[in-house]
T-cell receptor, first 115, second 111 residues
Framework: NAGVTQTPKFQVLKTGQSMTLQCAQD?????MYWYRQDPGMGLRLIYY???????DKGEVPNGYNVSRLNKREFSLRLESAAPSQTSVYFC??????????????FGPGTRLTVT | GQQLNQSPQSMFIQEGEDVSMNCTSS?????WLWYKQDPGEGPVLLIA?????ELTSNGRLTAQFGITRKDSFLNISASIPSDVGIYFC???????????FGTGTRLKVLA
């Protein structure tokens, strides 16, 4: 199993450009998440999808949109990138509750710089 | 809201020493997760705990789920240079699908 994969690994954008970060998991997990991590800071939740077909805002959703394409894939879109969105973006997934394990697994991250 | 406080914030230790760190919450958690994050990498799950009092090992790492369900502990025995990184605790926020993350303990090992 590859676990959680993210593409691209690195990206440089100019202010105002748009892009989509891709995330996929092969663990048959129900829930998927997007976080950002700024230098020396903790993880902040941008959006999450508790199950296929649902998405909800997290702590810092402004400037982002998400799509839960299917059970495996959850993408994050920046419509008009701003320098404040320079960060490392992590995707994560988990079974999502009930009696199943609640371990959350992370992808390797996408390092985004907006100039 | 729920918060997780970790201590110490950072520590320097000599190679071969044992390390202890802890995570405390103002409210009860039903699951405790411990992660390690290396520079430039994503967090890697080390240990998951599901029951109060549970003690679980993963190689040189041992974690415990506190009896009050408001704390958890991580011990690393005989530290080696590759143990360097940031360790943080986490747990699912009660009644939601969101996770709460600790503030992290930055570990530096002196060879």
């Amino acid at each position: 199993n590859a676990g959680v994969t993210q593409t691209p690994k690195f990206q440089v954008l100019k202010t105002g450009q748009s892009m989509t970060l891709q995330c996929a998991q092969d663990m048959n997990h129900n829930s998927m998440y997007w976080y950002r991590q700024d230098p020396g800071m903790g993880l902040r939740l941008i959006y999450y999808s508790a199950s296929e077909g649902t998405t909800d805002k997290g702590e810092v959703p402004n400037g982002y949109n998400v799509s839960r394409l299917n059970k495996r894939e959850f993408s994050l879109r920046l419509e008009s990138a701003a320098p404040s969105q320079t960060s490392v973006y992590f995707c994560a997934s988990t079974h999502g509750g009930g009696t199943v394990p609640l371990e959350q697994y992370f992808g390797p991250g996408t390092r985004l710089t907006v100039t | 809201g729920q918060q997780l406080n970790q201590s110490p914030q950072s520590m320097f230790i000599q190679e071969g020493e044992d390390v202890s760190m802890n995570c405390t919450s103002s409210s009860i958690f039903n699951t405790w997760l411990w992660y390690k994050q290396d520079p430039g990498e994503g967090p890697v799950l080390l240990i998951a705990l599901y029951k109060a009092g549970e003690l679980t090992s993963n190689g040189r790492l041992t974690a415990q789920f506190g009896i009050t369900r408001k704390d958890s502990f991580l011990n690393i025995s005989a530290s080696i240079p590759s143990d360097v990184g940031i360790y943080f605790c986490a747990g699912p926020s009660s009644g939601t699908y969101k996770y709460i993350f600790g503030t992290g303990t930055r570990l530096k090992v002196l060879a």
